[in-house]
């Protein structure tokens, strides 16, 4: 069995690290090192942690000075043991087979370098760990998926993906570059895109992660993450020259989507005006449904429709099997299969250029030890480089 570490960035998390470590711990998968970064926090967080650990000799805090998520994450690769490290920010919830069955997805492909990591399905949950919606369902997403997860985000959180140490250090773990203008906020989409590039994903079609959204939370703040959204997935685009022009244009226009969705939602009425032209030129019938969505959800808001039905479920009740075939929403539906397409010429363009110029793949796909070592490095430079 091989040790997996799980790397927890907190910064003033005490209202729920306590119930995130528990998920962690709870997991059934025996062979775990869990390495909890805190990020400089001002509250109780440390303390917490600090108890915690001394009944469970799995875990480890480290901490530091606040940097910011992304060089929290690079601290805990840097200090991770193992092959293997998942990611599991300091207010979600896993379910308590989420490990083992990644580990095991992944482990089907130990004799091939090029896949690099799994994800599982979310659902969103609020304060209280109860269930108040789901993240996108695609029917088998996986192997190269980088043009539906530019377009479709359907990983989308922090907490979903387990993956090969030597894959983060490859991919130079996560950027801090986009906190330090100011933009923070979707570090985890940027890594999980630059990791799609790079190699084969595969999935677990269940709902293991629980991902909370509530006011405060870096979610919550929707101008911030607007901006963060339209300059990953533009950075995203300029770095994929060879995807499709159709595609490029989707992606782009569904960044413009969501920054449109939240800046309406904050009334910040001209930049949404703005931010809708760009969706439009960028995908035309996008921003027709969006439009009737907002329409639609007006109505019903109004109408005090569209409310759910009994009391929300708390999110380790439910089985995570239950949904996992539901119809997949219009948007996905009318762009699943060109994206599936784009991914299979993407991928055998990539991966056939391995064979072609006889380069071995664990070469390409895995740092060798000295540029595993200057990742290493890059990486507490950057903390350095911040503390200074």
């Known amino acids: 069995m091989n040790l997996v570490s799980i790397v927890i960035p907190a910064y003033n ?24 970064v805190d990020d400089g926090s001002t509250d109780n967080t440390r303390s917490v942690v600090e108890a915690i650990a001394a009944t469970d000799k799995r875990l480890e805090l480290i901490s ?61 949950i609020n304060e209280e760990d109860q269930v ?32 090969h140490r030597d894959a983060a250090m490859a991919v130079d773990g996560f950027d801090p570059s986009y906190a330090d203008k100011g933009i923070g906020g979707c570090e985890d989409l940027d890594f999980e895109l630059r990791l799609a590039a790079r190699y084969r994903i595969e999935t677990v079609r269940s709902f293991l ?5 509530y006011q405060g939370n870096m979610s919550s703040d929707g101008s911030r993450m607007a901006k963060a959204m ?8 300029k770095s994929n020259p060879s995807i499709a022009p159709r595609v490029q244009r989707w992606a ?44 639609r959800g007006g109505i019903s808001k109004r109408l005090g429709l569209g409310r759910p039905a009994g009391s929300p479920q708390a999110f380790l009740a439910m089985d995570p099997e239950a949904g996992k075939d539901d119809p997949v929403d219009t948007l996905t539906r009318m762009k699943q299969k060109r994206l599936a397409d784009e991914d299979r010429i993407l991928g055998e363009e990539k991966f056939s250029s391995v064979l072609l110029h006889g380069t071995a793949a664990d ?26």
């Open 13 to 36: 998390a005490e209202r729920f690290i306590a119930r995130t470590l528990a998920s962690a711990q709870a997991q059934t998968y025996e062979k775990l090192k869990i390495i909890v």
């Open 209 to 213: 992660v629980g991902y909370r959204m």
């Open 363 to 388: 070469e390409v796909f895995r740092p060798s030890e000295r540029a595993s070592q200057a990742s290493v490095t890059g990486v507490r430079q950057h903390h350095t480089e911040r503390a200074r």
């Open 64 to 124: 530091t000075p606040n940097r910011g998520v992304a060089r929290a994450r690079n601290l805990g690769i840097e200090n991770a043991r193992g092959p293997y490290v998942a990611f599991l920010d300091a207010d979600d919830l896993w379910h308590p087979t989420k490990i083992a069955r990644q580990v095991e997805a992944l482990d089907t492909h130990r004799s091939d370098p090029s896949w690099g990591g799994v994800y599982s399905f979310r659902r969103t």
């Open 252 to 295: 782009l226009g569904g960044s413009y989507r969501y920054a449109f969705q939240v800046l309406l939602r904050e009334r910040r009425l001209l930049p949404a005006a703005a931010t809708y032209t760009k969706l439009l030129l960028n995908d035309p019938a996008v921003a027709m449904i969006t439009v009737m969505e907002v329409l």
């Open 230 to 237: 339209i300059e990953t997935i533009a950075r995203h685009v």
């Open 132 to 163: 108040v919606g789901t993240g996108p369902i695609l029917a088998d997403c996986r192997g190269y998926v980088l043009a539906r997860d530019l377009v479709l985000k359907f990983i989308g959180n922090g907490s979903s993906l387990l993956v």
